[in-house]
């Protein structure tokens, strides 16, 4: 069964950084995309990044030029550096990633706080 593995989320203050990280165990010839969502308590999960097999990203216009996702370290781990963190980026983010007939699978999600 593939798992996604993430850390990094805790506490920031506004203005501050933190990178996330996310890693799948499943196999990697059949790994599509892989990116970041987050959902507030009582909201639709909401797309927050993400990377293609060919290195295409994409963002939400919220967090564009605040925050970077990659896939540099390895292809089955995708980093999301947060950059610039407001109080409104408080939530659970969570990883997934998408593979060839299996489709997309989840993380369990890291919490970030943005707060004085």
């Known amino acids: 069964q593939v798992q996604l593995v993430e850390s990094g989320g805790g506490l920031v203050q506004p203005g501050g950084s933190l990178r996330l990280s996310c890693t799948t165990s499943?196999?990697?010839?059949?790994?599509?995309?892989m990116g970041w969502y987050r959902q507030a308590p009582g909201k639709q999960r909401e797309a927050v990044a993400g990377?293609?097999?060919?290195?295409?990203?994409n963002y939400a216009g919220s967090v564009k030029g605040r925050l970077t996702i990659s896939r540099e370290k390895a292809w089955n781990t995708v980093d999301l550096q947060m950059n610039r963190l407001k109080p409104e980026d408080t939530t659970v983010y969570y990883c997934?990633?998408?593979?060839?007939?299996?489709?997309?699978?989840w993380g369990q999600g890291t919490q970030v706080t943005v707060s004085s």
């Open positions: 997934y990633a998408d593979y060839i007939r299996l489709g997309r699978t």
């Open positions: 499943g196999s990697i010839s059949s790994l599509n995309d």
């Open positions: 990377i293609t097999r060919s290195g295409s990203t």
